[in-house]
């Protein structure tokens, strides 16, 4: 696999302190993406692991997975990695290491994956399945249907939102939301709420690449808006 970033991080990729490796390659194009330099599969490599190599860096981490962490792997699009990715996984927790995945819910292969996973974060960018797909290359069928899936398994869900002004803060994008959300609504399953930033514009300049946000930022008092009109349908609304 592939790894263009790697550390740890403490709560924000799953439980606890977590070892969080970031694989290279993503089948979207989000015009926000705070790791540009992930798109490409191709793209540069800080180190090439196996999965046997990823289970020996963890078990000797183990030490440093406390409050219930353990390993996280994201992007770019982690489940790009299919089948090295489902060996990692399977290796980590026959080994006793907790184990999560951040993806943008895309792929077809993510039943088999998710059979190795402690718990997941989802993230749904717009309810609306044609407004993703002309703003960032996918439409969401397959990320809802993996939603909904995952959820029913009982398993840890976080489903993460990125509030991106102009895109999908008005009404008519919030109520698809909670609409959606209320279907999945499960005593395992969890909502947050992000809001948008620009943490990643030096990066896409660095790589060549026009970054074309404007106007994107969202207030405060919108998120905690959001926020209350999603808990008055009993959804449980975290930020992590
Ligand atoms: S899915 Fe995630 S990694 Fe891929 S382009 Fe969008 S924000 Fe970036």
């Known amino acids: 696999m592939k790894i263009f970033q790697k550390g740890f991080n403490y709560s924000q990729d799953g439980p ?32 090439e692991m196996t999965p046997q190599d990823i289970l020996a860096e963890a078990l000797s981490c183990k030490p440093m997975f406390f409050d219930g962490g353990g390993v996280t792997f994201t992007g770019g699009e982690c489940t790009l990695w299919g089948a090295e990715l489902t060996e990692a996984l399977k290796l980590l927790q026959e080994n006793g290491i907790d184990t999560c995945i951040e993806t943008n819910g895309t792929s077809a292969d993510f039943e088999k994956i998710a059979e190795h996973l402690n718990q997941a974060i989802i993230d749904l960018k717009h309810p609306d399945s044609d407004r993703l797909q002309a703003v ?32 999908n803060t008005d009404r ?16 395992n399953v969890k909502i947050e709420l992000l809001k948008y930033h620009e943490y ?8 060549g690449l026009q970054y074309k946000m404007e106007n994107a930022f969202v207030r405060e008092e919108q998120r905690c808006e959001t926020e209350e009109n999603f808990r008055r349908f009993d959804l449980n609304v975290v930020r992590t």
């Open 136 to 167: 960032c290359g996918v439409g969401n069928e397959v990320t809802r249907q993996n939603i909904i899936a995952f959820a029913q398994s009982g398993k840890e869900l976080l489903i993460r939102v990125p509030l991106i002004g102009g895109f």
């Open 200 to 207: 990643g514009k030096d990066k896409w300049e660095k790589a």
């Open 172 to 187: 008519e994008a919030i109520d698809g939301f909670a609409k959606f959300f209320c279907s999945v609504n499960r005593p």
């Open 16 to 47: 606890g302190n977590r070892l969080v490796y970031h694989l290279l390659g993503c089948n979207m194009r989000c015009p926000w993406c705070s790791n540009p330099e992930g798109f490409s599969v191709n793209g540069d490599v800080l180190f």
